[in-house]
């Protein structure tokens, strides 16, 4: 059975029956245990290797329009000398992550980054920002080793006996903890997901497909399969990332589309739905319209650090050549520090990295947010304010 989509016909998913045996046979009222109990229903999403990419002049021409849009920005940033592709790679994680209902500011991002005790989400968020790099990394491969790198870097740290591996148990979303049976949705059983992997992969690796479209429908159809037992969202959204790369969209920054899901995110996950429902038009509107608000975002975003990179320039009276200027740099990328990083992204003693970061405290760039004269760590406050409200401009509906 299929369904109309931008003049085609799009599989719907199929379903086989699959039984099930209890674990928590004493947990549970009887009726959730009758509901939960006997043979439940595993998705079956169809093969897509070979499969056309119909769309309607419309969508058509919008997907074309969010290509060009997103190589364009792609150039811009690229062209400025700044470390902005390690800012748009952190707030394309942090953003990612918040859909996941993962949130943290970016103050406890920047201390996660540095090893410093932070939130749990902060940490999360940062094995995010290594996924993210893993994607961008492996972007000339795309391969089924390639997502499991990816999914390894998200989780090593967080939960390394899953991290790199594919799941091997049925997993459910929504219904509750006894069974899939009362699920939203059941993605396939873990024993085909090397085969739909191996598809999968080789629908994204074509090249006579509209980029953007490709993009939404691989992605789509890995949240269908669901590989891992977790982080599945993450790393498909990684995946956007490493096709963006890829297919050549972009060459030098990671594009924060996923700011641009934050928008809306009820729609994303209804668009979702609808991909399994037979219908790509909704996700491919999704991810296109997604890169617009992404770009917008990411202007705004560049602007208002070449601002404060400005304001401090008239801060800073040293050698063109001192570690001060050096350290500025590092800030816009790093916005939390201590002495021991200074020392080793400057490359100079210890001595030379407390003297840059006191010209900067007594320029009122770095503030001092520990107490004493150990360990000390400080923060570019002008930084941290400017990411976050990124952020939140990201969350705010359109």
Known sequence: MASATGGQLWPCIAYEQRPWTSTSADYGSRREKRLTSGPYRASVPAFIADRALLLSGELQALTEEAATELARFDVEVGHITAPFASILLRTESASSSEIENLTSGARQIALAELGEHASRNARLIVGNVRAMQAALELSDAIDAEAILQMHHALLENGDPTIAGRWREQQVWIGGGNLGPHTAQFVPPHHDRIPE?????IAFANRVDLPVIAQIAVAHAQFETIHPFPDGNGRVGRALIQAMFRGGQLTRSVAVPVSAGLLHDTGAYFEALGHYRSGNIEPIVRAIAEASFGAVANGRTLVKDLELVRADWRTRVTARR?????????????????????????????????????????????????????????????????????????????R
């Open 321 to 397: 050549d001192a570690a001060v200027h050096r350290l500025v740099e590092l800030l816009l990328r790093q916005p939390v520090v201590d002495n021991k990083l200074v020392m080793s992204a400057l490359a100079v003693t210890g001595a030379n990295a407390q003297i840059a970061i006191d010209r900067l405290v007594d320029a009122e760039i770095l503030t001092q947010i520990t107490d004493g004269r150990r360990n000390r760590i400080w923060q570019a406050k002008d930084i941290v304010r400017v990411l976050d409200e990124f952020a939140a401009r990201a969350k705010r509906r």
């Open 196 to 200: 739909l992997i191996d598809d999968l």
